[in-house]
């Protein structure tokens, strides 16, 4: 089955710098990829998503990179703010299959 | 219009014991999965229902088991609990072939 590996596991940035995070997965037949943000105590909440046939997606400060080739695609958080902080988690899924493959989070830190 | 809303919020067994937990889908979704969230992990999937049938089975032994209702809601059923079935219970529902999850608020189930 998919294996989702996402890291780091933790991050801290200042007020206005930029957050990377990263994940591979092992199923080359994935095809979809959202991004899910969850505060403490809260829901997960999808933030962006992006589909095998885009190589990048963009929603205001959030971006997302896909490189199919290589198996791994990035979360990209410009300008951070202090309301950013939470966990991030990736995930694949196949198109068809609709069950989603998580990683295993990543909590990002920003500092005022 | 109503998000995914799940019922209890949080809920304390036994170990043995039988629990059910219920999902009521976002307005206009048809399809329900359900996801087990351990302390400080991903989401793990369960299953998925869809025309009142399972369509798709995670890595879960059969103390696992659900049903999907006419009008979409569903139950998630956990026999013979075990201390390790401690965790938030997450319902996501979506509809077509490759829309968007949305997540309940989730269950948090505590076994002693």
């Known amino acids: 089955g998919e294996n989702v590996e996402q890291h780091p596991s933790t991050l801290s940035v200042q007020e206005g710098d930029s957050a990377v995070i990263k994940c591979t997965y092992s199923d080359s037949a994935s095809n979809y990829f959202p991004w899910y943000k969850q505060e403490l105590g809260k829901r997960p909440q999808l933030i962006i998503d992006i589909r095998s046939n885009v190589g990048e997606k963009k929603d205001q400060r959030i971006a997302v990179t896909l490189n199919k080739t290589a198996k791994h695609f990035s979360l990209h958080i410009t300008e951070t703010q202090p309301e950013d902080s939470a966990v991030y988690f990736c995930a694949a899924g196949l198109e068809g299959r609709r069950a989603l493959t998580f990683g295993s989070g990543t909590r990002l830190q920003v500092q005022p | 219009d109503a998000g995914v809303t799940q019922s209890p919020t949080h809920l304390i067994k036994t170990r043995g014991q039988q629990v059910t937990l219920r999902c009521s889908p976002k307005s206009g979704h048809d399809t329900v999965s359900w996801y087990q969230q351990a302390l400080g992990q991903g989401p793990q999937f369960i299953f998925q229902y869809y025309e009142e049938e399972e369509r798709q089975r995670g890595n879960f032994p059969d103390r696992f088991s659900g049903h999907q209702f006419p009008n979409y809601s569903s139950e998630l059923n956990v026999n013979a609990l075990l201390l390790g079935d401690s965790a938030l219970y997450l319902c996501?529902?979506?509809?077509?072939?490759?829309?968007?999850?949305?997540f309940g608020p989730g269950t948090r189930l505590l076994v002693l």
């Open positions: 996501a529902s979506s509809s077509g072939r490759w829309e968007t999850q949305y």
